[in-house]
């Protein structure tokens, strides 16, 4: 089967293979990770406290199937991003239970394309 040819790299200018990405990218790519990430507060900050796993294991009891794609859920996800907002936090209408596949995978990559960011 053939595969796609390789390509430049806008970046160091060198060519790399279809699916391959450049080790200069990659590198960036953790530097901005890192900066973004000392920026956001701890979970902790966030509300994410003990009480907060005692009440998401709770619920994961009642509702024990992704709401996605059936499997074991594993994490309890807010539908709409509660940003701080302590009462959309703790509203169970806004909770949601999820496999990590699909918390991780499909649920950020929505989250970071809605325009309501």
């Known amino acids: 089967m053939p595969s796609r040819a390789p390509r430049a790299c806008g970046l160091c200018g060198g060519i790399h293979a279809y699916g391959s990405r ?19 507060p701890s979970s902790k900050a966030r509300g994410y406290t ?15 199937s992704c709401r ?23 509203d169970r209408r806004n909770w949601q239970p999820l496999c990590t596949p699909c918390h991780s995978g499909a649920k ?7 325009p309501e960011r």
């Open 68 to 90: 996605r794609c059936g499997r074991q859920a594993t994490l309890v996800d807010h539908i709409k991003p509660h940003k701080g907002d302590k009462a959309l936090f703790w």
């Open 22 to 40: 450049c080790p200069k990218a990659v590198e960036r790519h953790k530097e901005r990770k890192a900066v973004s990430d000392k920026k956001r």
């Open 108 to 114: 950020q990559s929505q989250e970071r394309r809605s």
């Open 50 to 64: 003990a009480e907060w796993t005692r009440e998401s294991k709770a619920f994961l009891a009642v509702y024990s």
